[in-house]
């Protein structure tokens, strides 16, 4: 049976309270645009964002293999973190949060799975870390793509505000200590690549210098004279 009782005495449920109201309160067409974005805008948009990042940064950098290597290490880190959280779920056994309370306005029908950590949560955060390892202002605009995931899942009521922040802490977490061999071995194979037909996915071809005019100085035009 669902409990209320005690909900204000806890911050975590307090606060699931405070931000699923806005979904009691927003109109239609705004609940049902934030469903869209939590569950598959806001990922879509990060995996552009990482594609955009490939294409015209990490291809233009000075050093474009290793920077290559952290654009791909930002999906394989998502991947990653998706695959730890399974046991995690195993392990904790944590219910949603309208299974456990009442007056919950869930958005999302048809969600199952236990609630700690948050899938999204934890896929938006290691893609935000690999990119800003690769450029800050890429990783800023991923950052809050991450953040806006989180808040979403606490206002559509499937999660807990501390699911998600479990979500960011595993995420982060796989970018950042998995990183070191990672990059290494991602960066070899990138430098590999460069030599290979599939160079200029790895570094944007160079072209040669326009061809400047050429301009008669002022001892040429004594000499002509």
Wanted: charged share 15%; net charge neutral.
């Amino acid at each position: 049976m669902a409990e209320v009782a005690n909900d204000t005495a806890n911050p975590d449920i307090s606060l699931l309270h405070d931000i699923n109201d806005f979904a009691k309160q927003a109109p239609r067409g705004v609940d049902r645009a934030v469903e869209f974005m939590g569950e598959y805008g806001l990922v879509a948009l990060m995996l552009l964002l990482a594609g955009v990042c490939w294409w015209r940064v990490a291809r233009r950098s000075p050093d474009a293999p290793a920077a290559v290597a952290g654009v791909l290490w930002s999906g394989l880190a998502a991947g990653i973190a998706l695959l730890l959280n399974l046991p995690i779920r195993a392990l904790v056994q944590r219910p949603r949060p309208f299974v456990e309370h009442d007056g919950i306005d869930v958005l999302v029908h048809g969600t199952t799975g236990y609630a700690f950590v948050s899938a999204h949560a934890a896929l938006t955060a290691a893609m935000a870390v690999g990119l800003f390892m690769v450029s800050r202002k890429v990783g800023v605009l991923a950052i809050v793509l991450a953040l806006a995931e989180g808040f979403s899942r606490v206002y559509l009521g499937v999660q807990y505000p501390t699911d998600v922040i479990g979500g960011f802490a595993l995420g982060a977490a796989t970018a950042l200590l998995l990183a070191p061999l990672a990059l290494a071995l991602l960066t070899s194979l990138a430098t590999t690549l460069t030599h290979t037909r599939a160079a200029p996915l790895i570094r944007t071809p160079h072209h040669p210098p326009r061809p400047t005019p050429f301009r008669h100085s002022a001892a040429d035009k004594d000499l002509a004279a």
